[in-house]
């Protein structure tokens, strides 16, 4: 067995599943592609569920990977055990359909026992322990020894609704000195001793939302071996934090930290976690996920601020996350070599996001440790789930660090209350959104001959060839049903990039039905959804394709128009600009982009003016399709975060923009009319987000300022062209006003407060000031109050006023008064109850208001007699 890095290991996987015709394919992106179910990619099998379940057909029978994955159930474990992550890489070889156990299992001990040279008497393999197929393959045909192979109850693979099935592990022994020391120490043991290194999984049935299992009509193969643990066993290393994988990142926190990896468990658990967590938002970040407070994007925000915490327990004070980026693209530069091209991106989000939560943490932790010092003062061990969440909520601080500290305490978290809290504000949210879009279930489409599907946009017939409703093919649908179809030749353009799906009717000899969405499957496929307006239709029927053309123009236009702005960006803000999401309607277009700063006014006016100068041009638009590899080499620009075929289509607008883009675009420059921006503002960490109008749109935008414009010039007496100087002149009066208004105030204060003065009380020493005053406002009502006692040695004045038909109370006293037992905090709060109302505040100073106005007169009058029971 000898020393492989991390990078050769992986590519020797792949060759040898690729010498038994295996289609090799890149890693998916972490965002799950259509699938709802998943937040991250988990799993090696994930973007394949389709596959698995027979639905849709893969590219080929056989592939293999080594995907990128993100978990964190176990996250409290990263650092503290030899395996626990939450992002790896998994190496994976899939069947579907087409070879099962017999190969699966030969095929894994092969690669393990020959080309990784791994010694046979260190390896254990489980099996489920129904599966005697599997035990008669390792047993019979393998040659394990009956006793090397252990039956496992829970040896059944599955990670929520989908493909799943028994499976078999294979574990590699690392000796007794990695042990427990227990007498029953072995495979399925918690210690490190016994190290899984391969899971094959026998996918047999499909798990459904409600838990049942449906037995899959193919038999498919699923297996996943972890590429940081196999390396652990192979560099002989006593972590998969100590492989070359992760080792470099380790050492380069310990030595910010000042610290020596090896000499403390403690400190060793935080260097593990900065290494782990540095790794998942660097790829995370790399696949389009940006921090947020919701879903994915909370993932990544958790695990930042889980490593900023680890560093300041190492004494890390400072921004040190950024140049570790560079150090996790030097690891992964040859497999994920895009890493390395959004470097500067990706530490720019990492270094925003650390900034923001410097202050976060230091507030917090203030704050929660005020909280844990009066627990411990109460003998209290549980912290109430109410100021969890409003640590959460308020001041940003995540709940998992709140309860990760109070442990350190030996103290709980109220997580009912706590997570009824956040449940109520998840129901807030979700009532202030509006989401329309309906979701289809899409039946069994493995027998669908996608290759015979064409689009093409002039296209005027189409043949029906499926149909089917809530996930159940029909041969016939009739009037009023909702319905998807699917056509052999289309002229509606699908959803996808951002562009909304193409709206209209289809007319066949029986019936009409109106298109609401028109959108793509997994693997490309266009479908349309819609409804029977009237008559009915059969599958096999001829249909004429009506595309709403007028809609149709309006969505060209500001699709076309977003290309125009991202080149524009990038030439006003720099080439660090990248789309990070689109939205193109026929109504508006609205574009996210990479940015780290407010785009100034005059920024937004050089854009604009660049994508109507562009428009002006009558530039010509091209489409292509090409290879991937062409359309680069021709210098097109992929969309950050997209996941693109083989065959890619480039879209060029002359020499300003050139992308790989698969909607609709204007065939001139000249269709699109105008371009205007409407809005410009942030949306996230290093993230902007400008909205914009074209055409008939950007016309009714024009001509609805221009109302507002006349509107106002008619109201301020002027033409629309005097109306600055107009508005200047009211201003300046305004001002004027405001002034005079201010000297009259201030002389009618001093009126009030000569007037009060007059009229001093004392009881034992104490001046005592107590009056109704004409002033409408609380400031008003403050400032005569504090005028009232700054004249006072040692006093008290309350004050009372109405406004719309409300009262309040203002109270006020000296430090000579507070040493004889004045509190103007609970005067206010006796007096105030008289008019129906409540307060309170400091000693010194506080108000309070009331809802009975015509009380106002009692409530001063028993000031005295509080007064009276304070005053020492």
Aim: one cysteine or more; hydrophobic letters at 40%.
């Amino acid at each position: 067995m000898n020393y492989i890095s991390g990078n050769e290991l992986r590519k020797k996987f792949l060759d040898f599943f690729k010498s038994k015709d295996h289609l090799i394919l890149q890693s998916y992106p972490l965002i799950p592609e259509n699938d709802p179910t998943l937040l991250l990619v988990g799993a090696g099998m994930a973007p394949f569920k389709p596959f698995f379940t027979g639905k849709m057909n893969p590219p080929h029978p056989r592939i293999s990977t080594s995907q990128k994955c993100v978990r964190t159930g176990d996250i409290e474990n990263v650092g503290r055990t030899a395996r626990h992550h939450t992002f790896f890489e998994m190496l994976g070889n899939f069947s579907f359909g087409d070879y099962f156990k017999k190969e699966a299992i030969a095929w894994a001990w092969e690669f393990i026992t020959e080309h990784l040279e791994m010694p046979k008497d260190k390896l254990w393999i489980t099996i489920h322990t129904e599966d005697d197929e599997a035990f008669a393959i390792w047993h019979n045909d393998i040659h394990i020894p009956a006793d090397r192979i252990i039956r496992m109850a829970d040896n059944f693979w599955e990670i929520g609704p989908g493909p799943c099935g028994p499976c078999s592990e294979i574990y590699f022994d690392l000796g007794e000195e990695r042990g427990c020391n227990k007498s029953d120490c072995a495979v399925g043991c918690d210690c490190d001793r016994f190290l899984e290194i391969w899971n094959l999984v026998f996918t047999q049935y499909d798990r459904d939302e409600v838990g049942n299992y449906t037995p899959l009509a193919k038999k498919n193969i699923d297996t996943g071996a972890g590429l940081e643990r196999i390396a652990s066993v192979l560099q002989k290393k006593r972590s998969n934090f100590e492989t070359d994988l992760l080792f470099p990142l380790i050492e380069h926190a310990a030595k910010v930290a000042n610290v020596e990896y090896g000499s403390n468990n403690k400190t060793d658990v935080s260097l593990k976690v900065i290494a782990d967590h540095i790794r998942s938002m660097t790829v995370m970040i790399g696949d389009g996920i940006l921090p947020s407070n919701e879903g994915r994007g909370y993932v990544l925000r958790r695990i930042l601020r889980r490593a900023v915490r680890h560093a300041r327990l190492l004494g890390i004070e400072k921004i040190f996350l950024v140049p570790m980026v560079d150090i996790v693209n030097t690891i992964f530069a040859e497999a994920y070599p895009d890493l390395v091209e959004k470097q500067s991106y990706i530490k720019k989000v990492i270094q925003l996001e650390e900034e923001r939560f410097q202050t976060t943490l230091v507030q917090g932790m203030e704050l929660l440790n005020g909280h844990i010092q009066k627990l411990k003062e109460l003998n209290i061990s549980v912290l109430d789930g109410a100021t969890a969440f409003k640590l959460y909520d308020t001041f940003g601080f995540p709940w998992e660090l709140t309860l990760e500290i109070l442990e350190e305490h030996d103290m709980q978290l109220d997580k009912p209350n706590f997570d009824s809290a956040m449940k109520e504000q998840r129901e807030r949210a979700r009532a202030a959104r509006q989401d329309h879009e309906d979701q289809q279930i899409i039946p069994d489409l493995s027998h669908l001959e996608t290759e015979k599907l064409i689009v093409d946009e002039h296209a005027e017939n189409g043949n029906i060839i499926l149909a089917w409703k809530n996930g159940i093919l029909v041969d016939e649908v009739h009037d009023g049903e909702d319905v998807a179809f699917i056509l052999d030749v289309t002229s509606f353009h699908a959803e996808g990039g951002g562009q909304v799906g193409d709206t209209g009717f289809l007319e066949g000899s029986l019936g009409k039905m109106k298109i609401t969405a028109t959108r793509k499957l997994v693997n490309g496929t266009t479908y349309h959804v819609g409804n029977v307006t009237e008559g009915l239709f059969r599958v096999g029927d001829l249909v004429k394709l009506k595309v709403d053309e007028n809609r149709r123009r309006e969505i060209a236009r500001n699709h076309t128009a977003t290309h125009l702005l991202h080149a524009a960006l990038k030439q006003v803000l720099g080439t660090h600009v990248n789309q990070s999401g689109s939205l193109v309607s026929p109504e508006r277009l609205r574009f996210d982009f990479s940015h780290f700063s407010q785009v100034t006014s005059e920024q937004l006016l050089e854009i604009e003016k660049l994508v109507n100068h562009a428009i002006l041009e009558n530039i010509s638009v091209t489409i292509v399709e090409t290879k991937q590899d062409k359309a680069k080499e021709m210098g097109a620009v992929a969309l950050f975060g997209e996941k693109y075929g083989e065959t890619v289509r480039v879209v060029s607008v002359g020499s300003v923009s050139k992308e790989l883009c698969g909607g609709s675009h204007v065939v001139k420059t000249s269709e699109i009319c105008v371009f205007k921006i409407v809005s410009e503002a942030g949306i996230g960490s290093g993230i902007r987000r400008i909205e914009a109008v074209t055409g008939s749109g950007a016309m009714e935008y024009i001509n609805g300022r221009d109302q507002v414009l006349l509107s106002t010039a008619l109201k301020l007496k002027s033409r629309p062209e005097e109306l600055v100087v107009k508005v200047e002149s009211v201003m300046n009066r305004v001002k004027e006003l405001e002034n005079e208004l201010a000297a009259l105030t201030s002389k009618l204060a001093h009126s009030e407060v000569m007037d009060l003065l007059s009229k001093v009380q004392e009881v034992n020493g104490v001046q005592v000031v107590v009056g109704q005053v004409s002033i409408n406002d609380i400031e008003g009502l403050r400032t005569i109050a504090d005028m009232v006692r700054d004249r006072l040695k040692c006093g008290v004045v309350t004050l009372g006023s109405i406004h719309a038909d409300k009262v309040n109370f203002v109270a006020m006293a000296t430090k000579e008064a507070i040493n004889k037992g004045i509190h103007a905090g609970n005067i206010v709060k006796e007096v105030s109850k008289i008019t129906g109302g409540g307060g309170g505040g400091r000693p010194d100073m506080a108000q309070a208001g009331g809802k009975q106005p015509e009380k106002i007169s009692d409530a001063l009058q028993f000031v005295l007699e509080v007064i009276k029971n304070q005053v020492k």
